[in-house]
């Protein structure tokens, strides 16, 4: 957060949102999985809360290392700077590689929102989404516990034969509307008026 003063006025209260939107018990799971997933060596946050958590992410060696357990080689050059330019470029490899795994682009968070821990709920969004995708892939590659993180549905594709394609379209769905036992009769004509007894 380097040159950043305090904020007030709209922009606090959009930050305080932001803030709120925060998960402390997300944020003991993904630790526990990033331990797990890049072994005891990745380290972890020196104490629980946001700004631990953030410093433990900030310079993308430990998102790079969890992505290429995911899919090896997926981050080529993964080098600890204490250089700015060079940790947000770590950063946005990780989450290139995100994108190639499989994460959409829409479910990722933007390299600022986590180096100036402006945004660090997207941050578990993007974490959380690559936890399910990898369990869901059974690949092999998941370590820690499968129930962490909820699992992506997938494609039930259904072949049907031409006869019942065809058997289908002879029957009109409810979803269409049915006539039966209806009937015109007390119905008066278009433009008169109704007749009230």
């Given at each position: 957060?380097?040159?950043?003063?305090?904020?007030?006025?709209?922009?606090?209260?959009?930050?305080?949102?932001?803030?709120?939107?925060?998960?402390?018990?997300?944020?003991?799971?993904?630790?526990?999985?990033i331990i797990a997933q890049c072994g005891p060596q990745s380290g972890e946050p020196e104490?629980?809360?946001?700004?631990?958590?953030?410093?433990?992410?900030?310079?993308?060696?430990?998102?790079?290392?969890?992505?290429?357990?995911?899919?090896?080689?997926?981050?080529?050059?993964?080098?600890?700077?204490?250089?700015?330019?060079?940790?947000?470029?770590?950063?946005?490899?990780?989450?290139?590689?995100?994108?190639?795994?499989?994460?959409?682009?829409?479910?990722?968070?933007?390299?600022?929102?986590?180096?100036?821990?402006?945004?660090?709920?997207?941050?578990?969004?993007?974490?959380?989404?690559?936890?399910?995708?990898?369990?869901?892939?059974?690949?092999?590659?998941?370590?820690?516990?499968?129930?962490?993180?909820?699992?992506?549905?997938?494609?039930?594709?259904?072949?049907?034969?031409?006869?019942?394609?065809?058997?289908?379209?002879?029957?009109?769905?409810?979803?269409?509307?049915?006539?039966?036992?209806?009937?015109?009769?007390?119905?008066?004509?278009?433009?008169?008026?109704?007749?009230?007894?």
């Amino acid at each position: 957060m380097a040159n950043k003063g305090p904020s007030y006025g709209l922009s606090r209260e959009v930050q305080m949102k932001i803030d709120q939107k925060y998960d402390p018990e997300l944020e003991n799971i993904l630790v526990k999985w990033i331990i797990a997933q890049c072994g005891p060596q990745s380290g972890e946050p020196e104490a629980p809360g946001k700004a631990a958590f953030s410093s433990w992410l900030k310079d993308g060696t430990v998102l790079s290392n969890l992505i290429n357990s995911l899919a090896p080689n997926s981050v080529a050059k993964v080098q600890k700077s204490g250089m700015a330019f060079k940790q947000m470029e770590q950063i946005s490899q990780f989450l290139k590689a995100c994108e190639r795994y499989g994460v959409p682009a829409t479910d990722l968070f933007q390299t600022v929102d986590l180096w100036e821990a402006k945004d660090l709920a997207s941050v578990q969004r993007t974490l959380m989404n690559l936890g399910s995708l990898a369990v869901t892939k059974q690949d092999g590659f998941f370590q820690g516990d499968p129930l962490w993180f909820p699992k992506k549905s997938q494609e039930n594709k259904r072949d049907f034969s031409r006869d019942k394609l065809k058997e289908g379209q002879s029957v009109i769905g409810l979803q269409m509307g049915t006539n039966k036992g209806a009937s015109q009769s007390g119905m008066t004509g278009y433009g008169m008026p109704r007749q009230i007894l």
